[in-house]
């Protein structure tokens, strides 16, 4: 608990709790995409925390597309908000991921 105090005080932007299911395309070296689904479970002003369903290997700076679902989203009506975002941090051990908004 003191950790994530320390970690709160440090950033410029309040970051507030919730979860949204994602859609999550990442674009390897190659150029290649892969769609992976995931939980933001928390955001603010400057960036959100995003948790993976399933393991994927990730680097910073690394570019992703974030699809947020909404409760009626289906094939015809698909969901309309995109962020676009670069990999700010990365916990292997928690599934996580910082996202730094661009």
């Known amino acids: 608990m003191a950790?994530?105090?320390v970690v709160r005080?440090?950033?410029k932007f309040g970051r507030y709790p919730f979860q949204r299911?994602?859609?999550?395309?990442l674009c390897d070296m190659g150029g290649r995409e892969f769609w992976r689904l995931g939980w933001i479970?928390?955001?603010g002003a400057?960036?959100?925390k995003i948790r993976l369903n399933g393991q994927l290997s990730l680097r910073r700076h690394q570019e992703v597309l974030v699809v947020?679902?909404?409760a009626g989203d289906t094939v015809l009506n698909p969901p309309g908000e995109e962020?676009?975002?670069r990999i700010a941090w990365i916990d292997d051990n928690a599934n996580c991921f910082g996202l730094r908004y661009t």
């Open 3 to 5: 950790q994530e105090k």
């Open 9 to 11: 005080d440090r950033r």
């Open 21 to 25: 299911p994602v859609s999550l395309c």
């Open 41 to 43: 479970r928390n955001a």
């Open 46 to 48: 400057g960036g959100m």
């Open 68 to 70: 947020v679902q909404g």
């Open 83 to 85: 962020i676009r975002g």
